[in-house]
């Protein structure tokens, strides 16, 4: 079973800040790191998929960073809204030895007016 | 698009009793997963099946059966339902590994 962490478990923050979260996997056999937004009573949103060594992917105020070698990925907010809160999931993908997406534990973000 | 829908979204079942969830998509994907979520687990794959007539063991596949006989369809089973089974599941699909899923609304599985 792969090791996936992510931290915080949880955070809270004021409308406008801004803020990111980390995922942690293992730096062996990468193949893919996936981020999903789970909003509460709906399911998983897919954000975005990173497959190379330096990544870097946006999508409105969302962006995220990839770092292969050294395991980790962050994912940044910009100006955090209320419509931001969320839980973020991140998953990896262990190339060839393995046929499974591993999902970290969830960062859950809550954003305060 | 319909995207991927999972019947029932909600039932109670009592123990040995069994049951099928169904999981459609409509998106033409190869891939359909199985997945169920725990508190303070995560999401913790059961079966998945890389495309019509195959299927494969996940992380926690024990009691649980897949078919997947339809590219659209992925079926799980529950031949004797046990208490630890009580979770939420959730169906997915994609086009491959470095693709995105679409998830499923879920289902509410309670086991009395």
Redesign the interface.
Known sequence: ?LNVEQSPQSLHVQEGDSTNFTCSFPSSNF??L?W?RWETA????????M?LNGDEKKKGRISATLNTKEGYSYLYIKGSQPEDSATY?C?F?EDNAG????????TRLMVKP | NAGVTQTPKFRVLKTGQSMTLLCAQDMNHEYMYWYRQDPGMGLRLIHYSVGEGTTAKGEVPDGYNVSRLKKQNFLLGLESAAPSQTSVYFCASSTGWAYGYTFGSGTRLTVV
């Open positions: 079973i193949y893919a996936h999903y709906k399911s998983p949103e897919a954000l975005f998929v497959t999931l998953a993908k046929n499974m997406l591993t999902f970290g534990g969830g």
